[in-house]
């Protein structure tokens, strides 16, 4: 069983860059389709990335199309989410995510796993 854990999250200002990641256990890491969710006060959780097992299969939300960038490196275990030109409406607890049947668990907004999430505060 794999289990997830963000980190990287902080207190930005908006333009400012920031990069997440979300460290995997277990040695089967690359057959788990890895996202991004993230969950604004007073908001639901929102998809946001996803990346596929090798990493050759990427999809991003919308609204963080042209500003945030998912990979992953699977010899450390490890999925990143790249986030650039942060605005204030960028402010949640962004979540990690895992699952074992591909991309479209995640995409579907129903993955096996999740992680705790870590919080990003982009000020004005």
């Known amino acids: 069983q794999v289990q997830l854990e963000e980190s990287g999250g902080g207190l930005v200002q908006a333009g400012d860059s920031l990069r997440l990641s979300c460290a995997a256990s277990?040695?089967?890491?690359?057959?788990?389709?890895m996202g991004w969710f993230r969950q604004a006060p007073t908001k639901e959780r929102e998809f946001v990335a996803v990346i596929g097992g090798t990493g050759g299969t990427t999809y991003n939300a919308g609204s963080v199309k042209g500003r945030f960038t998912i990979s992953r490196d699977n010899a450390k275990n490890t999925v990143y989410l790249q986030m650039n030109s942060l605005k204030p409406e960028d402010t949640a607890i962004y979540y990690c995510?895992?699952?074992?049947?591909?991309?479209?668990?995640?995409?579907?907004?129903?993955?096996?796993?999740w992680g705790k999430g870590t919080l990003v505060t982009v000020s004005s």
């Open positions: 995510a895992a699952d074992p049947r591909g991309t479209w668990g995640v995409l579907r907004g129903e993955p096996s796993l």
């Open positions: 277990g040695r089967t890491f690359s057959n788990y389709a």
